[in-house]
């Protein structure tokens, strides 16, 4: 009898933790993630792709080459990033040029190679199949 209940017992975790995994395949990622992916994309001088990813917001107002070309500058001004620290988190109803929704603004202090430690800010919005950017901007 104690067998049994063993295999069972094993049986049911290995069935908990597959049926997790498959849950966490279908979750959407948290603002977090998403801040962190596009931020990736920043950082690796794939300004267009950055672009693409944004929301409709993001590119509502530029081109991909403005875009490109604008964040390109930036990066030549502020250089590499380095470290970055989450310093905090935001939910917010509105944000300003946008339609009231659901935002997420993350803040970071970041240390860029040629400028050292910035409040660097991206602002995400919900949206079908996760958070998107809307907003970047770096602060001294």
Same mark, same amino acid.
């Given at each position: 009898?104690? *067998?049994?209940? $063993?295999?069972?017992? $094993? #049986?049911?975790?290995? #069935?908990?933790? $597959?049926s997790?995994?498959a #849950? $966490?395949?279908?979750?959407?990622? *948290? *603002?977090?993630?998403?801040? +962190?992916?596009?931020?990736? #994309? ?10 693409k990813? !944004?929301?409709?917001l993001?590119?509502?107002d530029?081109? @991909?080459? @403005?875009?490109?070309e !604008?964040?390109q500058?930036?990066? @030549?001004?502020y250089g590499?990033?380095?470290?970055? =620290? ?7 109803? +509105? ?5 009231? !929704?659901?935002y ?10 040629s400028?050292?430690? =910035? ?8 949206? *079908? ?12």
């Amino acid at each position: 009898m104690r *067998p049994r209940i $063993a295999i069972t017992f $094993a #049986l049911a975790l290995v #069935l908990g933790a $597959a049926s997790r995994s498959a #849950l $966490a395949a279908n979750e959407v990622a *948290p *603002p977090e993630v998403a801040a +962190q992916s596009w931020l990736a #994309l920043v950082d690796q001088s794939r300004f267009a792709d950055a672009w693409k990813a !944004g929301a409709d917001l993001l590119r509502k107002d530029t081109t @991909e080459a @403005e875009w490109t070309e !604008g964040m390109q500058r930036l990066r @030549e001004k502020y250089g590499t990033a380095e470290s970055r =620290q989450i310093l905090s988190r935001d939910y917010h109803r +509105q944000f300003e040029g946008a339609p009231d !929704g659901t935002y997420f603004t993350m803040r970071y202090r970041t240390h860029f190679s040629s400028a050292g430690d =910035q409040l660097e800010l991206v602002t995400l919005t919900a949206a *079908p199949g996760g958070y998107r950017v809307i907003a970047y901007g770096i602060k001294r």
